[in-house]
């Protein structure tokens, strides 16, 4: 497999808003866990007149920490990458003390909806954005801006933010430095995800900031190593099934060595998101035409 250059070196002082760069500062939230990593890092942009990106989840310390250490100054603008549970509750509460307008896609599976799928579960059904964004649209604050680039896969509504006068790009979960990002259906979806991937070789961002952890500097080789690892899955995935190994959890236990086992669910997840991707085009079926599942068999077509 494709080793990806993973940075797991963060360090962090939790309720403390941090300087990360010119214009450019940090509060981490203490819900740290296998999937957040050291927790949801809250990203203020600007002096003054401020951008808030992805206000974080509903723990009162985080949100106190973002009010009081921004005393005297204004926030003028909330942004959400996504509506993910870690990511766009604090909004609520920021609006309440501040007035500040949120800005994203839309609401939890909106993306899904415009297809006529419906989402089941993980997000936060209760974020409306006053301001829905689309691709190319571009917001405007005091001394800074910003582009929207749409980015679904991980969730059907996720969006990163592309700061202009830093060239720097607000990654959100879609490109994280410390692990690979989570792809599971249905709000998740593995061909729209790498075809987001694809789409920010196209960009010339000279740094990302993801929400978990710190920045990646020099991204695009390590976007093309996250492209290769996905295209290694499956093709291991299309070797499990040449063989005639055709259940997803068995497929998981031979791919994933080592596995930590609160891992494993997740994991089958996102085998399932290769395969749902492989049956659409075409390379693979379940046996005696079932529906797609995480339990069906799989053969290749
Ligand atoms: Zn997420």
Known sequence: MTDIPFKRDFKCE?????E???????????????????????????????????PGPLIDEHVKALIEGLTGEEVT?????????????????????????????????????????????????DFFPDVEVRDGDVIEGDGWSFECVYTPGHCSNHICYAWREANALFTGDHVMGWSTTVVSPPDGDMADYMASLRRLLERDD????????????????YVRALIRHREEREQQILS????????IADMVD????????????????????????????????????AKLALDAQYRLA
Do not use: W
């Open 254 to 289: 031979e791919m994933y060595v080592g596995l930590n086992p609160n891992l494993i669910a997740p994991a089958r997840r996102s085998v399932f998101a290769h395969i749902v991707d492989l049956a659409e085009r075409g390379r693979i079926k379940t046996e005696g035409g």
């Open 206 to 221: 000279a740094i990302y900031y993801p929400t978990h952890a710190g920045a990646i500097v020099d991204p695009k080789p």
């Open 240 to 247: 499990c099934l040449a063989r005639g190994k055709g259940l």
């Open 77 to 125: 603008h909330q942004l959400v990458t996504h509506t993910h549970n870690d990511h766009s509750p604090a909004t609520r509460p920021l609006k309440e003390a501040t007035g500040a307008l949120t800005y994203g896609y839309g609401p939890h599976g909106s993306g899904r909806f415009e297809q006529g799928i419906t989402v089941e579960a993980g997000g936060d059904r």
């Open 14 to 18: 939790y309720g403390v808003i941090e």
């Open 20 to 54: 990360v760069a010119p214009n450019l500062r940090r509060v981490v939230a203490t819900n740290k866990s296998p999937f957040t990593y050291t927790g949801t890092g809250t990203y203020i942009v600007g002096r003054g007149k401020v951008a808030v990106i992805d």
